[in-house]
C-alpha cells in the first residue's frame, strides 16, 4: 500500500481533517486497493510525529461540473480499533 507522511499535509485541528493537494504527494503517489478482495481504494498515511501509520480510505468526491475536485477520505475501522482518536478524522486531497 502507498505510504505517505503527515508532513505533507495541512492539519486542519477545529475540523480535524488533513488538506493536501494531489501534486503535493509526489509524482509517484497513486491510490491503491485497501482490501484485496475489495474494490476501496486508499492510502496509508504515517505520522511524522509519531511514526504510527494509519490506513484511509476513499469516502466521497467533490465535483465541479465534470470535473473531479477532490477526494475524501476516513480512516478504516481497523486503524480506529487501533487509535479511537483517529474517530471522525477525515482526509481531503484536491485534484489540482
Do not use: H
Not at 495541512?10 to 509526489?26: A, I, Q, V, Y
Not at 476501496?40 to 475536485?69: C, K
Amino acid at each position: 500500500m502507498m505510504r505517505v507522511s503527515s508532513a505533507r499535509f495541512t492539519w486542519g485541528k477545529s475540523n480535524r481533517s488533513f488538506l493536501t493537494e494531489l501534486s503535493d504527494l509526489g509524482k509517484d503517489f497513486q491510490f491503491e486497493r485497501v482490501y484485496p478482495d475489495a474494490c476501496d481504494v486508499g492510502f496509508a498515511m504515517v505520522s511524522a510525529v509519531t511514526g504510527r501509520e494509519a490506513t484511509f480510505v476513499e469516502t466521497g468526491r467533490d465535483m465541479n461540473g465534470d470535473e473531479l475536485a477532490g477526494t475524501w477520505f476516513s480512516p478504516t475501522d481497523e486503524t480506529i480499533k487501533r487509535w479511537p482518536a483517529m474517530k471522525g478524522v477525515r482526509v481531503l486531497i484536491i485534484n489540482d
